[in-house]
């Protein structure tokens, strides 16, 4: 089992900066890629970032525009994103996820999820 705990989050406004952390524990982190997804209310989980087991790929959704990095240490277990010039339909709960193989986009291929982290951006 891998437990994953998001935080970071918060409220910041139209412009502003997050960097969510994602911390991960109980088995050996470097063999999962990982991936951020997000959810609006009434909306489905939507992929926003994911990087490979080593870091060495990085794959964004269309939506990020070189907005958000998405980087990871796994001497620490930890994955990050970076959101820059934060927009108000980045409002969502965040949610990491970790893959061993399978769709990164989808999230039905994600063996692990976090329980969310709430980013508002207000304007």
């Known amino acids: 089992q891998l437990h994953l705990v998001e935080s970071g989050g918060g409220e910041v406004q139209v412009g502003g900066s997050l960097r969510l952390s994602c911390a991960a524990s109980?088995?050996?982190?470097?063999?999962?890629?990982m991936g951020w997804f997000r959810q609006a209310p009434g909306k489905q989980r939507e992929f926003v970032a994911a990087i490979t087991q080593r870091g060495s790929s990085t794959y964004y959704g269309m939506f990020v525009e070189g907005r958000f990095t998405i980087s990871r240490d796994n001497s620490a277990g930890s994955v990050f994103l970076q959101m820059n010039s934060l927009k108000p339909e980045d409002t969502a709960i965040y949610y990491c996820?970790?893959?061993?193989?399978?769709?990164?986009?989808?999230?039905?291929?994600?063996?692990?999820w976090g329980q969310g982290t709430q980013v508002t951006v207000s304007s």
């Open positions: 109980g088995r050996t982190f470097s063999e999962y890629a």
């Open positions: 996820g970790a893959l061993v193989r399978g769709g990164t986009y989808s999230p039905s291929s994600y063996d692990y």
